[in-house]
């Protein structure tokens, strides 16, 4: 049983590549804060059938979880500094968007001034 769970382990802190990091981030944790309730409940029950409390597989489980804890905490760290680079981006194309219709404001004044230069010289000439 010990196994299969360090097996799990190994699984959900495989690399993932994925364009969608915030939810892939928030997919890892659920596996994770499930993974850590079905080891607190192990530790609850640690007595084998006979009897026996079985310190080693107590020990071990102590600090699968405090592995699993600190890798939560660095995967909500990550989900922290993902949503951050997002909102600094979205913040950064608002403020493109706005210079561009600055800009496209710009040259059509421009343009108008040019044509109605055009038509005074046209007119005069």
């Not at 892939?24 to 994770?32: A, S, Y």
């Not at 950064?92 to 219709?101: G, I, T």
Request: glycine residues 4%; aromatic residues 0%; contains cysteine.
């Amino acid at each position: 049983m010990i196994r299969a769970l360090e097996s799990q382990l190994a699984e959900t802190t495989a690399p993932e590549t994925s364009d969608r990091v915030e939810s892939v981030l928030r997919h890892q944790i659920e596996e994770q804060e499930r993974l850590i309730t079905h080891l607190q409940e192990q530790m609850d029950r640690p007595v084998r059938p006979g009897g026996q409390v079985a310190e080693g597989d107590v020990v071990r489980l102590q600090l699968m979880l405090q592995t699993r804890d600190k890798h939560l905490d660095e995967l909500t760290h990550n989900v922290c500094k993902a949503q951050n680079d997002c909102a600094e981006a979205q913040s950064e194309a608002d403020v493109l968007r706005h210079q561009v219709r600055v800009l496209k404001k710009e040259v059509s004044e421009r343009t108008e001034e040019m044509e109605r230069q055009l038509t005074a010289s046209g007119t005069s000439g």
